[in-house]
């Protein structure tokens, strides 16, 4: 179900209680600002999760609010895990859903890093 991303961040939400350590995730990379975990429900041969670790409902809030210091660790982050799978020569897809037009389900921002095969248009019609 799309959410609002102009609602206060939900601490109970499903990628909060991953960062808490209360459900378990197939982690890929961690650091100081950032976790990066497989998707549970792939939609390409290769679909990883980027989350930052502070309390942001959508990339429009993490942009509002997050310090300079966050938002490089995030954006290196998530340099570093397509790097580290060796995404970079084949190439890769980055997507960040925000709000209900933007199929947005989970109210933390997240990125997802899409790759290991050909994945066709950008959005098909």
Known sequence: MPIDPTLPYDPNNIFAKILRGEIP????????????FH???????????????????SWDDFSAKASETE????????GHVARDL???????RLLANVGQD??????HLHVHL???EPL???IGR
């Open 25 to 36: 995730c197939k982690k890929v990379y961690e650091d100081d600002f950032s976790l990066a």
């Open 39 to 57: 998707d549970i429900a792939p939609q390409a041969k290769l679909h990883v999760l980027v989350i930052p670790k502070g309390a942001y409902v």
């Open 71 to 78: 938002i490089a660790g995030f954006i290196r982050a998530v």
């Open 86 to 92: 060796g995404l970079v020569a084949p190439g890769y």
């Open 102 to 107: 933007g199929g947005q389900e989970v109210p």
């Open 114 to 116: 899409f790759g290991g």
């Open 120 to 122: 066709g248009r950008m």
